[in-house]
């Protein structure tokens, strides 16, 4: 069965900090792996998007992994903003279909307290 | 910046009414999709569209429908809702082919009372 696995369900970090937020898959054939920021009460926005070839992509202070061969991803935050806190949410792609199907995590939610 | 809008942001409504959620994106994108999301939880698409007179049902089944007689619109109606149709909508949209960036809506939050 395919899913997307997310961890922590919920995270509490101090200002500053730095934060690796964890993805793990079992999709398959897989496509690509995204990353989106949501902010409550708002639509997801795209951080990144790695395919199979990619093992690391950056934005900004938004960095994110891929082990394709373990099915497993990370988002690491750098220097942690009040504007961070938001669910982040991975997203697996497969490559199955012409639509190629999104597989959604329930996402992790990410406090930042001053 | 996505340029992808919907509207109403936020609605509360009665049992057995007629409600549509509007979905409009500028960016000349193919694809749209319409999905449902509940508080704390994952996405699940309800609706997609290849391009316009293209329509289909997605993985969650939903009473609603959709039509796409034009790109740029991406239309949801719910012809009698029910409380079990409360929840947050949300609209998306994304160029063809797969490993494209999919840019959402800010989302329609429905209540149903």
């Known amino acids: 069965k395919n899913q997307v696995e997310q961890s922590p369900q919920s995270l509490i970090i101090l200002e500053g900090k730095n934060c690796t937020l964890q993805?793990?898959?079992?999709?398959?054939?897989?496509?690509?792996l995204r990353w989106y920021k949501q902010d409550t009460g708002r639509g997801p926005v795209s951080l990144t998007i790695?395919?199979?070839?990619?093992n690391t992509k950056s934005n900004g202070r938004y960095t994110a992994t891929l082990d394709a061969d373990t099915k497993q991803s990370s988002l690491h935050i750098t220097a942690s903003q009040l504007s961070d806190s938001a669910s982040y949410i991975c997203?697996?792609?497969?490559?199955?279909?012409?639509?190629?199907?999104?597989?959604f995590g329930r996402g992790t939610q990410l406090t930042v307290w001053p | 910046e996505a340029d992808i809008y919907q509207t109403p942001r936020y609605l509360v409504i009665g049992t057995g009414k007629k409600i549509t959620l509007e979905c409009s994106q500028t960016?000349?994108?193919?694809?749209m999709y319409w999905y449902q999301q509940d508080p704390g939880m994952e996405l699940h698409l309800i609706h997609y569209s290849y391009g316009v007179n293209s329509t289909e049902k997605g993985d969650l089944s939903s009473e609603s429908t959709v039509s796409r007689i034009r790109t740029e619109h991406f239309p949801l109606t719910l012809e009698s809702a029910r409380p079990s149709h409360t929840s947050q909508y949300l609209c998306?949209?994304?160029?063809?082919?797969?490993?494209?960036?999919?840019?959402f809506g800010e989302g329609s939050w429905l209540t149903v009372v």
């Open positions: 790695m395919t199979f070839s990619e």
């Open positions: 960016m000349g994108h193919d694809k």
């Open positions: 998306a949209s994304s160029e063809k082919g797969q490993g494209n960036t999919i840019y």
């Open positions: 993805c793990n898959y079992t999709v398959s054939p897989f496509s690509n």
């Open positions: 997203v697996v792609s497969d490559r199955g279909s012409t639509l190629g199907r999104l597989y």
